[in-house]
């Protein structure tokens, strides 16, 4: 099956912890994306990589780091997490200069 | 920097209606549009696009883009319970540039 693959799908976890989240994709892209969906369903960029190399970092809190091992997979760290951080965090995949992007089923991460 | 914006928020309609879904955005050079549909708890999955002036249709689905008046829109003919969706829209200033989400539209159709 060709697809956006995320691991977990859910974490819970307490402020000030360290998570990390995975995502592969089986579609041949080169270009993979970490974007930020919140409580009011608002979809914001986090970072792009293509081809392993970071080509797009929005302001986010430096807590966040992308760590990108091949082009077909994209992970994301965030160290000591904060409440503001609860939300879904999507990964997506597009060709370079493709007009299309797809996406993974999310995870949803939830800080007590 | 790019604003897009959906209205409305949500929107409930019968089976069988016509729906029509809004999109503002703000740079008049932007050249790719969308529209993304996301079933709770669902990936988004792109739904239709269009980078030129005018009308297409798929289906019951017809997206119409106007680049004069900033807006384009999503048209679903005879509406289905299976449309109830977030319906986001996204566009794209150039074919390497980033992609701006609206809000979104909620959509439920009522059998």
């Known amino acids: 099956e060709t697809a956006v693959f995320q691991t977990p799908n859910y974490h819970v976890t307490q402020v000030g912890n360290e998570v990390s989240f995975n995502c592969k994709q089986t579609l041949g892209h080169d270009t993979m994306y970490w974007y930020k969906q919140d409580s009011k369903k608002l979809l914001k960029i986090m970072f792009s990589y293509n081809n392993k190399q970071l080509i797009v970092n929005e302001t986010v809190p430096r807590r966040f780091s992308p760590q990108s091992s091949d082009k077909a997979h994209l992970n994301l760290r965030i160290k000591s997490v904060e409440p503001e951080d609860s939300a879904v965090y999507l990964c997506?995949?597009?060709?370079?200069?493709?007009?299309?992007?797809?996406f993974g089923p999310g995870t949803r991460l939830t800080v007590l | 920097q790019q604003n897009v914006q959906q209205s409305p928020e949500s929107l409930i309609v019968p089976e069988g209606a016509r729906t029509s879904l809004n999109c503002t955005f703000s740079d008049s050079a932007s050249q790719y549009f969308w529209w993304y549909r996301q079933h709770s708890g669902k990936a988004p999955k792109a739904l239709m696009s269009i980078f030129s002036n005018g009308e297409k249709e798929e289906g019951r689905f017809t997206i119409h883009l106007n680049k004069a008046s900033l807006h384009f829109s999503l048209h679903i003919r005879d509406s289905q319970p299976s449309d109830s969706a977030l319906y986001l829209c996204?566009?794209?200033?150039?074919?390497?540039?980033?992609?701006?989400f609206g809000a979104g539209t909620q959509l439920i159709v009522i059998p």
């Open positions: 997506a995949s597009s060709y370079w200069g493709g007009r299309e992007q797809y």
């Open positions: 996204a566009v794209r200033g150039s074919a390497l540039g980033r992609l701006h």
